[in-house]
Nanobody
């Protein structure tokens, strides 16, 4: 099992910055990929940024150049630095990890989410 806990959300004005954190626990060595997703009211959950199983990074088109994903392997923590925030970035942000079960199934785990509100 892999457990994920996000933190760092809040209310910020347009143009401001926030840094989200996601701490992973449990079977860390089974994790193959991790990333950040977000879901705004009435919309589908979408990719924000992610580390692939090969170690590269992917970003959603609307956040490229403004958001940066990073990680601290020693502390099992992944970060999302969000700069130049816009009202359309308002959403619940979720941490995701894809990990390999002992029966070789790949399972996706999600955190509880952290709310980000960007005021205009």
């Amino acid at each position: 099992q892999v457990q994920l806990v996000e933190s760092g959300g809040g209310l910020v004005q347009t143009g401001g910055s926030l840094r989200l954190s996601c701490v992973a626990s449990g079977n860390i060595k089974s994790i193959k990929a991790m990333g950040w997703y977000r879901q705004a009211p009435g919309k589908k959950r979408e990719l924000v940024a992610a580390f692939t199983s090969g170690g590269s990074t992917n970003y959603g088109g609307s956040v490229k150049g403004r958001f940066t994903i990073s990680r601290d392997n020693a502390n099992n923590t992944m970060y999302l630095q969000m700069n130049s925030l816009k009202p359309e970035d308002t959403a619940v942000y979720y941490c995701n990890a894809d990990w390999v079960h002992s029966d070789y199934r790949v399972i996706g785990s999600w955190g509880q989410g952290t709310q980000v509100v960007v005021s205009s």
